[in-house]
């Protein structure tokens, strides 16, 4: 009977002297953000039990999701280890964030680890070189390719629907005056007018959430194309001459006389609407103005301005990135990282893309299994073992390391902003 288990000893003693080591299992790192405003967190215990599940570990930074109202204790129920110490937590094989990491942090990363977030491969050249010097893989969310087979990865679109909805609910918290209308004993009022300028993913969640706080909603967009998105939403459609359409579901740059013909005709039009959202980007370029001053001062005293592209310096030509600000009776609202006010929700949508992204990565044994013949795998990363593997990543950092404020052409899937419109 003793010689089971002693023979099961000397077999391990055999393996261990002729260097076999046991595989371990892979651990997907998720760390506490430390940018100022963001409270999100990039994994959910949901998908923490889901990756559990398919056999991979993972290491959770203490406090990582206090601010999206995830406590540790979640965490642990769910299958997570928690530590106190980031170093083992940036140590880990594959490390998640959502909002670009510093210097010091890709520093921490072992070599050839691999990075999965929000990396801003345009506007963040310096994260983009910190991580080619780690020798590290990096994917950026932002650059997942817009195909069908992505949807359930595009996180820029999850992240977008959430400023969208807090874009329309701002507009009418702020403005003082009743979105619908409402018929009393005293008189009716009717209801508010809100413009929507740019309907991508978060100027279509913009419409329908005003519509449905009862506003009289009209949108507009230099892409004739969306016009039947955004009169399917019950809107009106904002006809102004004007056609932009470019590749990869994004807006090309205006020509100057189409932008005068444009800002001229918003300038009138503008004035009779009491929200305008706006939320118009162009890759790898500064937000086009859309709304002037002229626009603003003739505009209702009360009326809001909530400008979505503060990022890029703003589609209002008075917007004040970050802040708000009181022009010609006109408040002026430009929030950065609007998704982060709601960081439970956003929490949970960007951990279910990235879910969707690591079973593209990760075999069927929880190994790494990166397929750079795959045009999701290749189109989203930006550092591959070291080299920017990117072109527009790759100019930018050029760009950069030359002191050059140029403006670098983004290929489609790598929005110059960091919000998909």
Known sequence: MAQGPLAAIAGLLLLVAIGYVPALQMRIGVPKETATGEHRVALVPEVVGKLKARGLDVVVQSGAGADALLPDAAF??????????????????????????????????????????????????????????????????????????????????????????????????????????????????????????GVGVAGLQALATAKRLGARTTGYDVRPEVAEQVQSLGAQWLELGVEASGEGGYARELTDEERARQQQALTDAIKGFDVVITTALVPGRAAPELVTAEAVEGMKPGSVIVDLAGEAGGNCALTVPGETVIRHDVKIISPLNLPASMAEHSSQLFARNVFALLELLVDDNGNLELDFDDEIVSGACIVRAGEIVNPAARSAVAAEEQGADVAVDAPSGIPGGGARR
Do not use: H
């Open 76 to 197: 642990v129920q769910a299958g997570a280890e928690m530590t106190a110490d980031p170093a083992e937590v940036w140590g880990c094989e594959v490390v998640l964030t959502i909002s670009p990491p510093g210097e010091q942090q890709i520093g921490e990363l072992g070599q050839g680890s691999v990075l999965i977030g929000f990396l801003a491969p345009l506007s963040s050249p310096r994260t983009t070189r910190a991580l080619a010097d780690a020798k590290a893989t990096a994917f950026a969310m932002e650059a997942i390719p817009r195909i069908s087979r992505a949807q359930s990865m595009d996180a820029l679109s999850s992240q977008s629907n959430v400023a969208g909805y807090k874009a329309a609910v701002l507009g009418a918290d702020q403005m003082g005056r009743f979105y619908p209308m409402l018929m009393t004993a005293a008189g009716t009022i009717p209801p508010a007018k809100v413009l929507v300028l």
